[in-house]
């Protein structure tokens, strides 16, 4: 992503780990996924997407048994004047051994699995509980 919004994330990890941000515990990783930035909610928002596909990226290539020695993933997207989404998208690179014909199947895999992405596109109800 080359000239991201105010709400541009990034998370990375692996040999792609750099940047600035939070460190943040990591099953597929030792050292943890930095992540940021992370200062409104709507970065939260994008962070969410990018680290739900960078974890997706390690378990996908897992069972795929495609190599990954780094994964980073850079999301973004804008609001309309009254605060409608208009739209996430995202970015990867792989540090990886792999065909680019497997990386372009994990790839593919890990769009169509990625539960955060799923959850967003399908539409979400979110309101306040009644207690």
Known sequence: MADPSPFGVRVSSGTLREGEGVVLP?????????????TNGAQLLHLAVALCVLNDTYREARRLDVPVHGVAVSADGGFDDVWNSTGITYDIALDTTAAS????????????????????????DVRRSEQ
């Not at 597929?28 to 930095?34: D, K, R, S």
Request: proline share 5%.
């Open 26 to 38: 990591h099953a597929w990783t030792e050292e943890g996924v930095l992540a940021g930035p992370a």
């Open 101 to 124: 014909e497997t990386v372009q199947l994990l790839l593919e895999v890990v769009d169509e699995v990625a539960e955060i992405p799923r959850a967003l596109r399908a539409g979400a």
